[in-house]
């Protein structure tokens, strides 16, 4: 049987390790892209949401200045220290937490003075799926930082700590739609992020209402993104950028694609018009559900999905399999969700064909002799907060 944690569960544990009780527990969720991918750090639009799956923290203010963190998902604990904060320091997925530390003494946080923590963290996010199981940890141990420091950072504050963690400390070029979702995420509510305009808002995504389910299949195939194609596709953003003459991708819109084909090589401008076409299926999907529902965005999903395969290459055989199977079963939509090189697809789906469809996906896998995906359902939730 598989634990599920709590609050109360990771409260437990953290009393069971350090033999005291938490000062509180806070959580932060991760999240599923609807759509918009790899436009985030193009300073373009994202539409995530918050997902009931959370990393949980359980946090204990200490005498000293030391951090201790263990992590339910690692067996090895990791320490650190307020006194020398440095992310060379930092080893493997401890650096999700000291670096949060870390990122915010940069922003301007006077860590003088101040006491460590212990840590006990818990989640039900799986690692390393493209469902932001990294944003999860920084969001909730951020959270709990400001609430024990009495810090006063606004969420907006927090995503930028976070983003910085991630980049600055762990190394992962990644945009800020993850920590945006989980920090802003409302449950019900899709989160519609305009990364330049610096914007978040909150849109109904009326799943429940129409009696439909977001199946996630995740296969299992896992990627880093601190290495690896993620940072290679950046930088052909750049390039495509700089080779256009813009600041960034998000200065373009489908009437510059003419140009585009004439200044790019063949394999930037299909780079180029990934994030370009994406961006106007981001805006749109926001128009759709919003003007006619849930049911009429299939299209966008499906077509999204066809601009990563072909145009910016980061699906690979067993989500293009997962999104394939979907769709022939019946789904409304489907596509492959988060950086790519691996993680999860997402199927839009009526709810009484969840079953049926997973089903389909895990005989399609089958046959294929692929590892056995993960297929769960999940629902938008609400972001970060204190549960404890
Ligand atoms: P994703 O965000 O899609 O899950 P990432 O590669 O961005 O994938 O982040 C996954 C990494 O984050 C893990 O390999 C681990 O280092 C760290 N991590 C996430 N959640 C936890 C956790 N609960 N405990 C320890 N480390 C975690
Ligand atoms: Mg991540």
Redesign the pocket.
């Known amino acids: 049987m598989i634990d599920i944690p709590s609050p109360e569960s990771t409260a437990d544990a953290f009393a069971d390790r350090y033999g005291r009780r938490p000062d509180g527990v806070w959580s932060a969720p ?1 999240r599923v892209n609807l759509i918009g991918e790899h436009t985030d750090y193009n300073d373009g639009l994202v539409f995530p949401f918050a997902i009931e799956r959370r ?1 949980w923290a359980a946090v204990g203010r200490r005498e000293d200045r030391l951090l201790t963190v263990h ?4 067996p090895e604990p990791a320490q650190a220290s307020l006194d020398s904060l440095n992310p060379e320091d930092f080893d ?2 401890s650096a ?1 937490v000291f670096g949060v530390l870390w990122a915010m003494e940069q922003r301007g946080v006077d860590l003088a003075g101040r006491t460590g923590f212990d840590v006990m ?3 039900d ?13 920084e969001c909730a141990v951020a959270s709990a930082v400001n609430d024990e420091w009495e810090l006063g950072l606004s969420r907006r504050d927090l995503i930028t700590i976070c983003q910085l963690a991630e980049n600055g400390a762990v190394g ?1 070029p ?1 945009g800020n739609m ?1 920590q945006t979702a989980s920090l802003m995420g409302k449950a019900g509510h899709g989160v519609l992020i305009d990364v330049r305009a610096e914007t978040a808002e909150p849109v109904p995504l009326h799943f429940a209402d129409e009696h439909l389910e977001l199946l996630v299949i995740d296969t299992r195939v896992h ?3 601190a290495t690896g194609g993620y940072g290679a596709r950046r930088r052909s953003c750049e390039l495509g950028a700089q080779l256009m003459g813009v600041g960034s991708l998000r200065d373009l819109d489908e009437a510059d694609l003419p140009r585009a084909a004439e200044v790019l090589d063949d394999e930037t401008f299909r780079r180029v018009r990934h994030v370009i076409t994406e961006n106007a299926r981001v805006a749109r999907t926001a128009q759709v559900v919003a003007a006619d529902g849930p049911r009429a965005i299939g299209d966008l999903l499906v077509a999204s999905h066809a601009s990563m395969r072909d145009d910016f290459e980061i699906s690979v055989p067993e989500l293009d399999l997962a999104v394939e199977t979907a769709l022939a079963n019946g789904a409304i939509g489907a596509r492959m969700t ?2 790519g090189f691996g ?1 999860a697809a997402i199927a839009l789906l009526d709810a009484d064909r969840a079953e049926e469809v997973g089903g389909a996906i895990q005989a399609a896998f089958a046959a294929a002799e692929l590892t056995a995906p993960i297929v769960f359902v999940v629902s938008p939730s609400d972001g970060a907060h204190r549960d404890l």
């Open positions: 991760g990393t992590s339910g998902a690692m493997g997925w999700y963290l818990a989640s996010v799986p690692l390393g799926a493209g469902l932001s199981s990294s944003a999860a940890i992962a990644t993850d990627h880093e993104h988060g950086g993680g």
